[in-house]
C-alpha cells in the first residue's frame, strides 16, 4: 500500500513559477513509477508527467513541455513538478500517482496504468 500526499500548489500570476511536491509512504518507493495529473473544473483528468521507477525515463503532454519538469528523490520518497511559465491554462487540481512496474515513463500517461493516487493540490494561475 502507497500513501501520496501532494503540496506546494497555491496562487501564481501568469509566467511565474510552482513547485509542487508529493511524499510517498511505503518502504519500495524505489520500484514505483510516478506521475502527475490534473483536472481542471468541468474537464476530465488529463496527463501531465511521469518519470519511471529509476528515474531514466520521464515524459511529458505537448503543452508543458520545456515549461514543467518531473523529478524525483528517493531518499526523500518524494517527486516533485518544477512549474515554470505558468499560464492561466494550468489552473487545475493536481494528483500525483503511483504505477508498480519497470516500463518506459510513456505507458503511465494512461491513468488506468496508475495503482495509486493522492488527493490534490490547487493551482491556480491568474492572467
Known amino acids: 500500500q502507497v500513501q501520496l500526499v501532494e503540496s506546494g500548489g497555491g496562487l501564481a500570476q501568469a509566467g511565474g513559477s510552482l513547485r509542487l511536491s508529493c511524499a510517498a509512504s511505503?518502504?519500495?518507493?524505489?520500484?514505483?513509477?510516478l506521475g502527475w495529473f490534473r483536472q481542471a473544473p468541468g474537464k476530465e483528468r488529463e496527463f501531465v508527467a511521469a518519470i519511471s521507477w529509476n528515474g531514466g525515463s520521464t515524459y511529458y503532454t505537448d503543452s508543458v513541455k520545456g515549461r514543467f519538469t518531473i523529478s524525483r528523490d528517493n531518499t526523500k520518497n518524494t517527486v516533485y513538478l518544477q512549474m515554470n511559465s505558468l499560464e492561466p491554462e494550468d489552473t487545475a487540481v493536481y494528483h500525483c500517482?503511483?504505477?508498480?512496474?519497470?516500463?518506459?515513463?510513456?505507458?503511465?500517461?494512461?491513468?488506468?496504468?496508475?495503482?495509486?493516487w493522492g488527493q490534490g493540490t490547487q493551482v491556480t494561475v491568474s492572467s
Open positions: 511505503g518502504r519500495t518507493f524505489s520500484s514505483y513509477a
Open positions: 500517482s503511483a504505477a508498480r512496474g519497470y516500463y518506459p515513463a510513456s505507458y503511465y500517461s494512461n491513468s488506468r496504468n496508475s495503482d495509486y
